[in-house]
């Protein structure tokens, strides 16, 4: 596969636009959605992946309530369990997902983000793909990562394709200073970028058994 062009070239042209977005704090702090975030070829080859990767049920979850150990692991859901969340991931390594993250990771990319957000972004933290079959959801959760490492910047990709309301599935976005919040439909191929703070949480709402199998997908990228 020869490297394709990753980021839609009118998202590069808009760069300075979208940073004043992403610093005016509307609708909530450093947070910022993009329509058409992925080149179309790029595109296409993360929509093949997501149809084509071996996906298994991955659950974090608690043995109580109080417990303050948050177990992870791929496997079916249980009665005995208190859930934080219930998704899909992928089994084995997706190849050429792994290449548009690499794509995603090198200096120019880099430098193109830290443009369209005004951070000093150094490095991509890793990527991972998500998938939310019926009865999927996450509870409220922040994304900082490692204490020792913070994640500066976000970016949580939508691979969704034919999603209609009455599937569930929305994520909604909150500032717990401001009261604010965003609640977003999955949309194809839209991007939402922010800086992950303590007071500044994201959930997936549960997706209904009506829900289309391998429909809704999200990657996320993480950057230092």
């Not at 199998?213 to 999200?218: A, D, G, M, P, V």
Request: hydrophobic share 40%; aromatic share 8%.
């Amino acid at each position: 596969m020869d490297d394709p062009e990753v980021i839609n070239p009118d998202v590069l042209r808009d760069r300075a636009a979208l940073r004043a977005r992403f610093q005016s704090g509307q609708p909530l702090p450093r947070w910022l959605v993009i329509w058409d975030f992925l080149a179309p070829e790029a595109l296409d080859i993360a929509l093949e992946e997501c149809r084509t990767a071996e996906m298994a049920t991955y659950c974090s979850y608690q043995v109580t309530e109080e417990s303050p150990v948050v177990h992870n692991a791929f496997g079916e859901p249980n009665a005995e369990h208190v859930y934080v969340t219930v998704h899909a991931r992928p089994v084995h390594p997706l190849p050429l997902l792994s290449r548009l993250g690499e794509a995603l990771a090198t200096r120019e990319a880099v430098q193109a983000l830290s443009q369209m957000t005004g951070l000093e972004l150094t490095a991509q933290d890793g990527d991972v793909l998500t998938g939310w079959e019926p009865w999927s959801f996450f509870q409220p959760h922040d994304d900082r990562g490692n204490p020792e490492d913070l994640a500066q910047l976000v970016v949580s990709l939508s691979l969704t394709t034919r999603w209609e309301p009455r599937y569930g599935g929305a994520t909604v976005w909150a500032c717990e200073s401001t009261g604010a919040a965003v609640r977003l439909e999955p949309r194809l191929n839209t991007a939402v970028m922010f800086t992950p703070t303590a007071g500044s949480l994201h959930w997936v709402e549960q997706v209904t058994e009506q829900a289309p199998r391998r429909t809704r997908f999200t990657w996320t990228v993480r950057y230092v």
